[in-house]
């Protein structure tokens, strides 16, 4: 056993063997008969004595120096008397044997007892060095148990400040053993500056206040300078006659890892609030979709049911429509005959047509062929007789000479634009296309019809400085369509003037000529291009050649001789301002 005195009382280190819950909270009283008792008043000596349990023991004690602490060892004293009872029962049986026999000799007996008693000294002997060694075995016991304990111990001598430690101590806080000296002061200089206020008042409150033990938990500082929880368990073990307490024993226990696990469950317990809350909110958003969703799919519902009853009223509705299309059905299929009957009417009306137009061609291309020649003649012989080559005439006839000279040379007009129509329709032109200077053919039919225009009153100008150098056209053609142009602007011109202007513009030729003649109506436009179609006011009928004579055909052919160049002729006009007729043409052959 370690024990130790406090006060009146003795304290007991070790779990005893037969009470429970005794290390370090029992007290008994010193008395003369404990062992303890004996031991902390300073009998060491070997002792017959009663011990807690109020048993006979044969006990011995010795202090633990420098401590304060006894060993104590001891031995219930039946273990230790039963060899002697059993001797001093053998010597009684051999005495009684010595009467009874009545001639056992004196020394015989007396040489027996003396070994019996001989013996039991020896006993005696075995006994005391048994508890020596016992004695030696706790002393080791309670280094060994300090030594091997994991929390670190410490007996602190309050008047000295001096703590008796045991190497734990140091270790627990990764320092070597002895590396500074165990006192109260380094022990609170380690403690962390929000927990040493406290601990040094509970402290105190041992020393001072009475109060008899202490237990809270601090953070020290290890050698890394880390802070290491631990919980400071202490106790006082003596008090001077003032009541303040002389020596205080204590534990430190390392925290560390039971910290560790309170803070990894904290934060668990924090990730697991989180979770849940996300969990929540999330569950909370899906309720609100499956509530719109649910509303939706009503609202839905009810469409749906209000289309089912629409859907029921359109397929009766169907179903009559069916009917009707059957009905129908067999109309068409009537209908389609007749119209297959229709188509092979249209055929052969087609056939017979084109056969027409060929026979329309051919007529008035040989009769236009026919007409020149006595035309010629006749525009021959007129020619003549007005010039007094067969003879004088008067001037009624020379009149009426011109006016047979003036109908043949229209007449003539007239056979040759139909024979020019005749033969662009029906395919017999060809274009040679070549490639030519715009500004050149211009200038060269600005030229022919520059006298016509200065007999007219009219100034003829061109700009041909924008036009492009070279374009693919039939020369021919060209010069027929702007010869057909020019000769109309000028015809249709009383006063001002006509100019004519050529300009390049996204890969077309423009070739603009604009006239202050008497202008178009909007609703004449739209026919001017057709053949024979003629619109003059009357006021023009009298002006002769140079006033209004013509065929209607110019304009056809000239429109179709540009469109066989992928071209074509646009038209601006006002009324009494005047015209502006714009021929169109790709720069190049557009069939390429
Ligand atoms: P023609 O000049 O021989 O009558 P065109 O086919 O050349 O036949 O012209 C058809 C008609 O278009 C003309 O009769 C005329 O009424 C009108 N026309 C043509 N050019 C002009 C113009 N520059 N100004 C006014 N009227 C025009």
Redesign the pocket.
């Known amino acids: 056993l370690l024990v130790r005195q406090e006060g009146d009382e003795i304290l007991f280190l070790n779990e005893l063997r037969h009470k429970k819950g005794t290390a370090l909270t029992l007290l008994l009283p010193i008395t003369e008969t404990l062992p303890a008792g004996r031991a902390v008043s300073g009998d060491t000596r070997p002792l017959f004595g009663v011990d807690y349990r109020g048993i006979d023991v044969v006990a011995d004690g010795a202090p633990v120096e420098g401590t304060g602490w006894y060993v104590i060892s001891k031995m219930d004293a039946t273990e230790v008397q039963a060899p002697l009872r059993k001797t001093a029962l053998l010597t009684l049986l051999a005495v009684l044997f010595a009467l009874i026999a009545a001639g056992v000799s004196a020394t015989w007996t007396w040489t027996r007892t003396a070994r019996a008693a001989d013996y039991l000294l020896r006993e005696q002997e075995a006994a005391r060095a048994t508890a020596e060694t016992a004695l030696g075995r706790n002393e080791e016991r309670l280094r060994l148990a300090m030594e091997a304990t994991s929390d670190a111990v410490w007996d602190l001598n309050v008047a000295t400040g001096l703590a008796v430690v045991n190497a734990r101590f140091y270790t627990m806080l990764s320092f070597d053993e002895g590396a500074w000296p165990a006192t109260l002061e380094t022990m609170t200089g380690l403690m962390h500056p929000e927990d040493s206020p406290s601990a040094i008042a509970t402290i105190d409150s041992m020393i001072h206040g009475g109060a008899a033990s202490a237990s809270f938990e601090t953070r020290l500082k290890t050698r890394e300078g880390k802070w290491k929880w631990v919980l400071s368990r202490s106790r006082v073990v003596s008090r001077d006659e003032t009541g303040k307490a002389t020596r205080i024993v204590g534990t430190h226990i390392d925290l560390t890892e039971s910290k560790e696990r309170e803070l990894q469950l904290d934060r668990y317990r924090l990730h697991l609030e989180e979770l849940v809350e996300e969990r929540t909110a999330e569950a909370r958003v899906a309720n609100h979709h499956l509530e719109a969703t649910n509303e939706e799919l009503a609202a839905l519902n009810e469409e749906l049911q209000a289309n089912n009853e629409q859907l029921d009223q359109t397929n009766e509705e169907l179903a009559c429509v069916n009917e009707e299309l059957l009905n129908s059905n067999e109309e068409l299929g009537v209908l389609n005959a007749e119209v297959t009957a229709a188509n092979l009417q249209v055929e052969s009306i087609n056939t017979q047509l084109a056969k027409a137009s060929r026979a329309k061609s051919d007529f008035l291309a040989s009769m236009s062929h026919e007409l020149r020649t006595p035309l010629n003649s006749i525009l021959g012989f007129t020619g003549i007789l007005l010039q007094g080559l067969a003879g004088p005439i008067n001037k009624e006839q020379h009149k009426q000479l011109e006016m047979v000279n003036h109908s043949g040379l229209h007449l003539l007009a007239l056979v040759n634009d139909i024979l020019d129509l005749e033969r662009v329709e029906s395919g017999a032109v060809e274009l040679r296309l070549l490639e030519l200077n715009p500004a050149a053919l211009v200038s060269s039919v600005v030229g022919t019809l520059g006298p016509l225009a200065v007999k007219r009153g009219l100034q003829l100008v061109s700009d041909t400085a924008r036009a492009p150098k070279c374009i693919t056209a039939d020369a021919r053609a060209l010069e027929q369509i702007l010869v ?1 142009l020019i000769a ?2 000028i ?2 011109t009383d006063s001002g003037s006509i100019s004519i202007s050529v300009v390049e513009r996204s890969g077309d030729v423009l070739f603009e000529i604009r ?1 202050t ?4 109506s909007a609703e004449h436009q739209r026919t ?1 291009f057709d053949e024979f ?4 006011p009357d006021s023009r009928e009298n002006l002769g050649d140079a006033g209004g004579s ?7 052919v000239s429109r179709r001789l540009a469109s066989m160049h992928g071209g074509r002729i646009d038209l601006t006009s006002v009324v009494g301002e005047g ?1 502006t ?1 714009t021929l169109i043409l790709p720069m190049t052959d557009y069939r390429a």
Not at 517 to 520: A, D, E, K, P, V
Not at 533 to 536: D, E, F, K, P
């Open positions: 057909n109309n602007a015809k249709y006239d003649g008497i202008g178009i001017i179609v003629r619109v003059l013509g065929t209607g055909l110019g304009l056809a015209s007729f």
